[in-house]
């Protein structure tokens, strides 16, 4: 078994009905759609038991369906080419996820961009500053 | 949990001195702010703030054209203009399915190379000159000045090389200029040897960058660093070899790492580095001179709606990443990117604290922080209302920008 | 204190300069296939405008006018990547070496190469460049069958004046209509 | 010694060895500085007029003062500079026998007078009230504890050998040839570090370093009020490579006038060359660093010599 069908199995194993769903692309990256309730537990098995690196936090606005967030691990220091991505999808009119900054620092400026530029709201960020806008912008992020 | 940094923020007192270094300032190419709280010369505590050079480019990538992006990727950092390239060009390809002829994957590894080089001579260079070391500074770009002629004569121009185009490259290395190459690299090697003599054997420069600026391996980790950054602080992570692109899987070389995280590790792994980015071009060279065919694919490329891809390269200071999402027409849905500057930024309040000011210049640049590939901007969300100083800043934002979006 | 290696180091260098005497030294030495400031051969150009299309910056843009049709480079905007070069059909796009682009005169920042219009004969409304018509009809009769081409000429005689709605309109009117072949 | 009268010394203050000429000497050893160091550094460096024409842009540039600034410290300390760096010349032989305004002791107020230039300009930075100006002050400061002892040890030496305070008596002492670096050359390498310091050549330039604080205290100054910084700190090329030949290369070595000033002059030259060849091939010190190797290893040279030199005098060595 390699080690993406492993991750998918413990996945699967942790989250329960959370999980929804998994792809493969090219060049090894595996997608796995999951509910946005799980992230934390998801995005701590990767990084806690796998030492998996936090490349980013995309957003792309998937029109209806809502707005997919993508998580990119990088697990390429395991297996060759193996990335995993995490993609839960929050609606569009309260995008709300919580936050794994608490769980690791890697998430803190790519959390506090999303949530400037796409206005994501991260709930139980500790930091929750501008990143890119001055400190004084008088739109702060939730 | 973001933890040193979190303890001493309670510990600053007021009545220590605020040094700010930034927006503007001698020691920095370009603008970003740090503020130091200083007691005497040592630092107690660090914060950055980024965000001075915003282009909105992920933003301008969603209006233009796969081909006409290539252009705009090269544009987000000077240094890294061809790792910016490749990156989404593989990126491309992935998503479009499309077959790179091995002449062109092999031109892309050289040019890659040659800018490998050249980036770090040109780091190795600034960094003698924050220590003071002026003269070796002008040295070292000296030397560098070859690969630039280089790369100059191999793709037209010095800095921007857009040799890269979706499918392979657009121009074709002649046997004339392999040889000049070769040349060139043996005239760089020896100089580059040379360096490291005079870089490892010189008392002062010991003196000034041992054992400042440590990184640990456990904060390296935490922090996700990357690049030489992360390879000085004993993680060995290196995109060529983890993830390879390009030619990467079909050439040898040795993943150089050190354990110590201080600068002189970094200095020791970026400069070795330059070797085996040596080596790697002469087998490019080597097996360009036999390798024929095309330099570009003959597809058109297709992009089915919804398709994603995901790249990365090792750009001179890290891992580069490209995340692209494709909606069935010629113009990207959404182009995501991660430079490597954007994840060792944020190590540097970690390594700036207990250290002097005098070594707060060198150990910033010691990461190689490149603050344009950092601040790409995107969109400005609208301002409802706010101080005196804030409408100033929305009006001019609105008077000069080009595209404003509420999201 | 400095080591005996760095003085060696610093006397070997004073030999030779690295810098060159600049701007009022001999030129700078600059490698063929540099890609400098773009030049357009007007006896080449036919305004067809596929620079301005692939162009990234926006420098190349193209002029519809009324009485001309041409190519206008602003070269502020100009980023030398050498993609119009590459697309351009009829090969009047070269790159220079020219790299100093500096001037005291708005004129100097501006190439505008204009082409005299082809009015449609019906409605009167700009078609394209007349020379782009010709190098059009002339690549097409060099390729064509020969055994085509006079029919080809004659047709072409009959629309190649018309704008694109009134070939439209017009094609069955003219004989000009595929179907006739049918 | 020459007659006082009060044309004479304002003749010596302003016209030679004051004002007029030093100011033509220290330009020609500025531009050598500039020069040399972009040679040895691979670039082409300025052509001879550069100094002169910083200095012209310079005065006819608008003078700001800044509103966090000690306006009356702000202004004086390049005034105080300069004035003390041109008092310190009219003490030292130039090239002639005797120095124009000699005194039984004047070595000690000249290393008093050069030693008002280091605190002059932490003076300015202290007064300009911007940070990068605070940091460098105290670095000055910190750097003149170092040095300044060493500086006064190293000079002593010359003046035990010559039994006297007076510059004219050291000059006097080496004439024929019989120069002090030979004997003492320990000392002299101290002297010569010190005056590195002084004139913030390479190791020991971070009062100013720029990739750190900017210009350090000079950072606030603009237009005629940093002339006066420029126009003392091409003095103090002059100034100090001239106490350094007086002290350990036998002044104008007691030849007759033109000629004792024309080799005065060169070895004035090769002080400026070897400082410059100093410079280039070093790095900057930080502070600490410097610091403890002024107190530690230079201290220790110039130790070395008043030692040699008791020991000596004892067994009769000279």
Redesign the interface.
């Known amino acids: 078994m390699s080690l993406g069908e492993e991750i998918i199995e413990q996945l699967k194993a942790k989250l329960g009905e959370l999980y929804k769903g998994e792809y493969w692309?090219?060049?090894n990256?595996l997608?796995v759609n999951i509910d946005s309730k799980g992230i934390v537990d998801a995005s701590r098995l990767l990084i806690e038991k796998y030492?998996a690196?936090?490349?980013?936090i995309?957003v792309?606005?998937a029109g209806l369906r809502g707005l997919d967030i993508?998580y990119?691990f990088?697990l390429?220091?395991l297996e060759?080419?193996l990335?995993v991505?995490l993609k839960p999808t929050l609606p569009h009119d309260n995008p709300e996820i919580d936050s794994i900054?608490?769980?690791?620092?890697?998430a803190?400026?790519?959390e506090r961009e999303m949530m400037?530029?796409?206005?994501i709201k991260f709930k139980g960020h500790?930091?929750p500053r501008?990143?890119?806008?001055?400190?004084?912008?008088?739109?702060q992020p939730k | 949990?973001?933890?040193k940094i979190?303890d001493k923020a309670s510990a600053v007192e007021s009545k220590d001195?605020v040094?700010?270094i930034g927006p503007f300032?001698?020691?920095l190419i370009e603008p970003v702010y740090f503020r130091l709280w200083v007691q005497g010369?040592r630092i107690v505590n660090a914060d950055i703030?980024?965000?001075f050079c915003?282009r909105g480019i992920m933003r301008l990538m969603e209006d233009?054209s796969f081909?006409?992006n290539?252009?705009?990727a090269e544009?987000v950092c000077g240094i890294c203009s061809h790792s910016h390239s490749t990156a989404y060009c593989e990126t491309v390809e992935?998503l479009g399915?499309i077959e790179v002829p091995d002449r062109a994957r092999y031109i892309r590894t050289l040019v890659f190379e040659l800018e490998r080089i050249h980036s770090h001579l040109l780091w190795a260079g600034v960094g003698?000159?924050?220590?003071?070391?002026?003269?070796?500074f002008?040295?070292l770009?000296?030397d560098r000045?070859q690969v630039m002629?280089l790369i100059?004569?191999a793709t037209?121009?010095r800095v921007?090389k857009?040799i890269n185009t979706i499918g392979g490259v657009?121009?074709d290395i002649s046997k004339d200029m392999l040889g000049k190459i070769e040349d060139k690299l043996k005239v760089l090697e020896k100089a580059t040897l040379?360096a490291v003599?005079?870089v490892v054997?010189?008392?002062?420069?010991k003196?000034?960058v041992k054992g400042i600026g440590i990184l640990t391996t456990a904060d390296a980790?935490?922090?996700?660093a990357?690049g030489p950054t992360a390879r000085a602080s004993g993680v060995?992570?290196d995109?060529r070899r983890?993830?390879?692109y390009s030619a990467y899987n079909e050439v040898t070389f040795d993943v150089i790492t050190r354990s110590e995280g201080d600068l002189y590790a970094k200095v020791e792994v970026r400069l070795l580095e330059l070797l085996q980015s040596i080596s790697i071009c002469k087998q490019c060279v080597d097996k360009l001179k036999t390798l024929g065919g095309s330099i570009v694919a003959e597809t058109i490329p297709e992009f089915a709606p919804g398709e994603?891809?995901?790249?990365?390269v090792e750009a001179p200071r890290g891992?580069l990443?490209y995340?692209i999402?494709s909606n069935g027409t010629n113009i990207p849905?959404?182009v995501?990117m991660?430079t490597p500057s954007?994840?060792n930024?944020?190590t540097l309040p970690l390594q700036l604290i207990d250290e002097?000011?005098?070594?707060?210049?060198i150990i910033i640049a010691g990461i190689d922080p490149c603050l344009s590939c950092t601040?790409r901007?995107?969109?400005?969300?609208?301002?409802?209302?706010?101080?005196s100083?804030?409408n100033t800043?929305r009006e001019i934002a609105l008077r000069y920008g080009r595209k404003w979006r509420r999201? | 204190?400095?080591?005996v290696?760095?003085v060696k180091?610093?006397l070997k260098?004073a030999a030779n300069c690295?810098t060159i005497k600049y701007p009022y030294g001999p030129p700078a030495h600059?490698?063929?296939?540099?890609?400098g400031k773009l030049q357009i051969d007007p006896e080449k150009c036919v305004a067809c405008g596929a620079c301005a299309m692939?162009?990234?910056?926006g420098a190349m843009r193209r002029i519809e006018g009324d009485a001309k049709v041409g190519v206008k480079v602003e070269y502020p905007r100009c980023?030398?990547?050498?993609?119009c070069r590459?697309s351009c059909p009829t090969q009047a796009i070269t790159?220079t070496t020219e790299f100093a682009l500096t001037s005291d005169r708005l004129d100097d920042l501006v190439l505008l190469n204009e082409l005299e219009v082809a009015k449609c004969q019906i409605c009167g409304k700009p078609i394209a460049s007349k020379k782009q018509l010709e190098w059009g009809l002339r690549r097409v009769l060099d390729r064509i069958n020969p055994v085509v081409k006079q029919a080809v000429q004659q047709d072409a005689a009959k629309y190649l004046n018309l704008c694109i709605d009134c070939r439209r309109s017009n094609s069955l009117r003219l004989k000009i209509h595929t179907t006739k072949y049918v | 010694m020459l007659d006082y009268t009060p044309l004479i010394v304002l003749a010596n203050f302003f016209l030679f060895p004051g004002f007029a000429f030093s100011f033509i000497v220290s330009w020609f050893f500025y531009w050598v500085f500039r020069k040399l160091r972009a040679r040895?550094?691979?670039?082409r460096g300025p052509p001879w007029y550069q100094p002169l024409i910083d200095l012209v842009k310079l005065f006819s540039k608008e003078t700001i003062l800044p509103i966090t600034a000690q306006k009356t410290y702000f202004i004086l300390a390049p005034l105080m500079a300069l004035a003390s760096l041109l008092l310190a010349l009219i003490l030292m032989p130039i090239g002639f026998t005797s120095a124009p305004a000699a005194f039984v002791g004047d070595l000690i107020v000249v290393i008093y007078l050069l030693l008002m230039f280091g605190v002059s300009t932490a003076l300015a930075g202290s007064a300009s009230g911007s940070?990068y100006g605070?940091?460098g002050a105290s670095r000055e400061l910190s750097l003149i504890i170092g040095y300044e002892a060493v500086f006064a040890a190293g000079a002593l030496v010359p003046a035990l050998a010559a039994k006297s305070l007076l510059l004219d008596n050291i000059v006097a002492l080496q004439a024929g040839g019989n120069w002090l670096l030979v004997r003492f050359p320990f000392a002299a390498v101290a002297v010569l570090l010190c005056i590195a310091a002084k004139l913030k050549v390479?190791?020991f330039?971070?009062p100013d370093?720029?990739?750190?604080?900017?210009a350090g205290p000079f950072t606030e100054y603009t237009g005629p009020l940093l002339g006066i910084w420029y126009l003392a700190k091409m003095l103090a090329w002059f100034v100090l490579s001239a106490l350094f030949v007086d002290l350990f290369l036998g002044g104008g070595d007691g030849l007759v006038f033109p000629l004792n000033l024309v080799s005065f002059l060169i070895k004035c030259f090769v002080v400026v060359v070897v400082m410059t060849i100093f410079e280039?091939?070093?790095?900057?010190?930080?502070?600490?660093?410097a610091f403890s190797r002024y107190l530690t290893v230079i201290f220790a040279l110039a130790l070395i010599d008043i030692i040699r030199f008791w020991v000596g005098s004892y067994l009769g060595w000279w």
């Open positions: 692309r090219k060049k990256r997608y030492g690196r936090l490349c980013a995309s792309v606005d993508v990119h990088a390429d220091h060759k080419s990335h991505h900054t608490p769980y690791t620092p890697q803190n400026w790519t400037e530029l796409a206005g500790p930091d501008h990143i890119f806008l001055p400190y004084e912008w008088p739109e | 949990m973001l933890g979190e001195i040094v700010p300032h001698p020691a010369e703030k980024v965000g915003h233009r081909q006409r290539i252009y705009l544009r992935q399915d003698m000159d924050l220590i003071g070391f002026e003269t070796l002008m040295l770009w000296r000045e002629d100059e004569a037209g121009n921007i857009s657009r121009r040379n003599e005079a054997g010189d008392p002062i420069i003196a000034r980790k935490r922090m996700g990357v060995n992570i995109v983890d993830d390879p994603e891809a995901f790249g990365k891992e990443m995340y999402v849905e959404r995501r991660r954007y994840v930024n944020p002097t000011i005098a070594d707060a210049p601040d901007m995107v969109e400005v969300i609208d301002a409802k209302s706010g101080k100083e804030t800043l999201t | 204190m400095p080591s290696r760095a180091e610093v260098a690295a600059l490698p063929e296939g540099f890609r692939v162009c990234a910056s980023i030398f990547c050498g993609q590459d790159l | 040895l550094q691979a670039r940070p605070a940091i390479k190791p330039d971070m370093a720029k990739q750190e604080i900017v280039v091939a070093n790095a900057r010190y930080r502070i600490d660093q």
